[in-house]
């Protein structure tokens, strides 16, 4: 029986050197592999790609290796709410593809089901075709590296834009379950890149809150079978935090509770 389950997390991602391109998975706060994160911080692995919708918060997710300095790159298409990020990208710190959030989740999903490009509609007519978007700059505040045009083309009438598929050399995700075959299930709003970075990655190292036995997970409600998946580790402490929390008192002279709305990791 292959047994994909590692010990801990430092030993997940333990031969991960410098330089190594990441896939991975989360949408703001929500699904992160924190426990994997936080071991490879802690290993010390440094000159990181990172390719994730965003690149955490200050001091959480991915922000905890930009914070120190340890991404040299990053491909993303959501980077607002990162103060250290904006504070890098702008010095000259920090290399930034900004992609469009529908096009990154093909691009990922191309490289796991082995396409090596594709065209779509979205950029056309603007920098992301033609080319220019500022990926890095000088300290001085001038561009240093900008982006080259693509290809485009005409199908039946509309122009399409020429974007390569995403094949990083290791896919970090979180996922709800998983068994010692690697297959996995994703919770709720936790499945959103989770799935396409675990399809990207060479090799994809899965954190989960529980593991199974082989068998005990419905065939039908697997997310991403095994075979893209090549460590399993158990984080069942993984923190989930509340990204934003949003309180509204009740107007004078009304009953009722206060209100509060909350978007939280899941």
């Keep these: 029986m292959i047994n994909k389950v590692v010990a801990s997390a430092a030993e997940a991602v333990a031969d991960i050197p410098d330089g190594a391109s990441l896939a991975v998975g989360g949408f703001g706060l929500c699904g992160i592999p924190v426990a994997l ?11 990181l790609e990172t390719v994730s919708n965003n690149c955490g918060v200050d001091d959480w997710g991915l922000g905890i290796l930009l914070k120190d300095g340890r991404i040299r790159r990053t491909i993303s298409s959501y980077v607002g709410e990162n103060k250290e990020f904006a504070r890098q990208y702008l010095a000259g710190e920090l290399e930034v593809v900004l992609t469009p959030q529908g096009t990154l989740a093909e691009k990922l999903r191309a490289g796991g089901a082995g396409i090596p490009a594709f065209y779509t509609p ?87 809150e529980e593991i199974v036995e082989p068998g005990e997970l419905d065939p039908e ?46």
């Design 221 to 266: 409600h697997i997310h991403v079978p095994g075979i893209f998946v090549q460590r399993v580790v158990l984080a069942p402490e993984a923190e989930k935090r509340i990204e934003k929390r949003t309180v509204a008192e009740q107007p004078a002279g009304t009953s009722g509770t206060t209100r509060t709305t909350e978007q939280q990791g899941a």
């Design 37 to 47: 994160i936080a071991a490879l911080h802690e290993r010390g692995a440094t000159d």
């Design 122 to 208: 979205a950029g056309v007519g603007t920098q992301v075709s033609d080319g220019g978007l500022p990926q890095k700059y000088d300290a001085d505040g001038t561009i240093a590296v900008a982006s080259a045009p693509k290809e485009v083309r005409s199908f039946h009438g509309a122009d399409y834009v020429l974007e390569e598929a995403l094949t990083p050399d290791f896919g970090l995700v979180h996922a709800w379950k998983g068994d010692r075959h690697g297959n996995l299930v994703f919770h709720a709003a936790a499945m959103n890149f989770n799935p396409l970075c675990a399809m990207a990655g060479k090799i994809t190292i899965a954190e989960v």
